[in-house]
């Protein structure tokens, strides 16, 4: 067979449903080779749009998605995409065409050191340089996709060597590979540890969603009465629910849960990355004392410096701890973690408690959306953020009650992400309600994927909060400068634009116009939906000096 083949096959292997990708002259026969296979191939109407459907199918099923261009250009417009998965910890394979190897020592068209780009945006990188070598290449390439911490690969066939015959066969995945378990030293300098502790705080990060311990998790906050706060990327892993929730933490600003952690004697730190949350942020003053669970050792980071490590399976971890409480560590209601729940849940609770979260001022103010939209979905139905101002308010104000229903991109933190990545939850989970939103600044960069969603039959509902500009970099100049500038942009007519790309589209006029367009928008099936909503983001600046000034006790 050709190569190109062989390598079609061994993606076959490796269990891969869909390639997102823009097709090239340089990756022409792994096409030919794809179309005769039982791999979808989604034509994107950009490579980075193409790379963010890869990351959140990687998020969603715990697989790598695949992601596909040509060389040069097509390469690069991949990276943006590529380093957003890899930061943020999704399983992703990139494979771009190149031009013939006997041509790559010298100036010619549209050649470069493609390799040489990806080295610092992926977990491992290569070029094929023997036909023979692909089965190897394309196994290890996925096993590391997925091997923890998760991240992005990538792999570049040249034109020549796809053209080259060969006898080879796949290399099948083996079963499940079992991880470490921690040992019985560290789990028992953990519950001593805790035993310890006057006011531990858990720290929940994104490590417990992609793992899903929610159940390890959940019988930990039980046995020990300890609260717990989650990053932006780890919503969910303990229900919002949960009367030891504080909701998320990482605002960037004080919160309730702010005096939560400057309280603390102890921060028990699960599945958490340093790019979620800063520790400098939490650990004021270096005083506190840490305990480190996770998949690798902790990072070095002057504010971070675990009393105890204990580096394995987080599930296993949690389960080898939940087995050895006793009394010496159960925590009776801590006043300050109690008050700090009480308060976030009168503001923020679903229903919306709040008073913007009721009122009808238009443009609208961003509870009311907020509190609006999470009375409109299930538990387990699927919100993804994009990059804005309307991030930080999702973060806060939209309770999670699953792990993975409300995907944040809190890492690489690239705009441009919840379009694409609409459509491929909408393949991975055709059932569940999937509502992306974006500001009109993310809209405007990747909304033409949105014919993507029209081709494919796919219906997600895409919200576009409407400022006319970078929201949050105005409210973050606003904070520091008490002004702003070059972050202002007249939308175009985006109900226009988006139903010339063959959705169904719609402005809102008043603020209690939404709900009902969020039901109709939900009865469609056909095709996805766009709905436009001004939005008032002079609460932005509002809600930064009111965390300023709280006080939970």
């Excluded at 394979?93 to 100036?107: C, D, M, P, S």
């Excluded at 998949?295 to 296993?316: L, S």
């Excluded at 050895?324 to 923020?348: M, N, S, W, Y």
């Excluded at 999470?374 to 792990?403: C, F, N, Q």
């Amino acid at each position: 067979m050709r190569a190109s083949d062989l390598f079609v096959r061994c993606l076959e292997a490796e269990g891969v449903e869909y390639v997102f990708g823009v097709p090239g002259e340089e990756n022409a026969d792994l096409l030919m080779s794809m179309r005769d296979s039982g791999i979808r191939f989604v034509p994107t109407h950009h490579e980075s749009g193409a790379a963010f459907m890869a990351d959140v199918y990687g998020r969603l099923t715990g697989n790598p998605g695949v992601c596909l261009s040509t060389l040069g250009p097509g390469a690069s417009n991949l990276v943006t995409g590529v380093a957003n998965a890899n930061m943020d910890n999704s399983p992703l394979v990139a494979i771009t065409g190149q031009g013939a190897t006997t041509r790559l020592h010298k100036e010619s068209h549209q050649a470069m050191n493609v390799v040489e780009m990806f080295t610092p945006i992926t977990k491992w990188t290569t070029s094929l340089r023997d036909q023979t070598t692909i089965p190897e290449v394309i196994r290890k390439a996925f096993k590391l996709a997925v091997a923890e911490k998760p991240g992005a690969t990538h792999v570049e066939l040249p034109e020549d060597i796809a053209k080259h015959e060969v006898e080879s066969a796949p290399i099948v995945p083996p079963e499940k590979v079992r991880r470490p378990v921690p040992d019985e030293k560290s789990i028992a300098a953990a519950l001593d540890l805790i035993a310890r502790s006057e006011r531990p705080v858990l720290l929940v990060g994104q490590g417990c969603v992609r793992t899903r311990v929610s159940r390890q998790l959940e019988r930990f906050v039980d046995e020990t009465g300890i609260y717990a706060g989650m990053t932006f990327m780890g919503k969910g892993a303990l229900s919002d629910r949960h009367d030891r929730s504080l909701y998320a933490v990482g605002l960037g600003s004080r919160d309730y849960v702010t005096e939560v952690f400057e309280a603390a004697d102890l921060v028990i730190a699960v599945g958490y990355d340093m790019v979620e949350w800063p520790p400098a942020r939490w650990n004021i003053g270096r005083s506190k004392r840490l305990l480190h669970i996770d998949f690798d050792p902790a990072e070095v980071d002057g504010a971070y410096r675990p009393t105890v490590e204990i580096v394995g399976d987080i599930a296993a971890a949690l389960w080898a701890i939940n087995e050895g409480l006793t009394d010496r560590q159960r925590f009776p209601d801590i006043d300050v973690h109690a008050k700090a729940r009480l308060h976030l849940t009168e503001e923020i609770s679903e229903g919306g408690a709040s008073a913007e979260a009721e009122t009808g001022d238009f443009p609208m103010k961003p509870q009311r959306i907020l509190a609006d939209l999470r009375a409109e979905m299930d538990d387990d139905d699927i919100l993804i953020s994009d990059v804005g101002a309307h991030k930080m308010w999702i973060a806060r104000h939209y309770p999670t009650y699953t792990p993975n229903s409300c995907i944040i991109s809190n890492g690489f933190c690239s705009m441009g992400i919840a379009i694409p990545g609409g459509v491929s939850a909408s393949l991975v989970h055709p059932d569940q309600r999937i509502v992306t939103v974006s500001g009109d600044g993310g809209f405007l960069m990747n909304g033409p994927e949105l014919a993507t969603a029209v081709r494919l039959g796919v219906a997600p509902v895409n919200l576009v909060w409407e400022d006319n500009g970078y929201g949050l970099i105005s409210w973050k100049q606003e904070v520091e400068f008490g002004r702003h500038f070059g972050t202002d942009f007249p939308s175009p007519d985006l109900v226009k634009i988006s139903e010339g790309l063959g959705c169904h589209a719609r402005r809102l006029e008043s603020a209690d116009e939404l709900r009902p367009a969020l039901q109709e928008a939900f009865a469609r099936r056909d095709l996805p939906s766009v709905i436009v909503i001004p939005v008032d983001y002079r609460e932005n600046v509002k809600l930064t000096k009111r965390l300023g000034q709280l006080i939970a006790h």
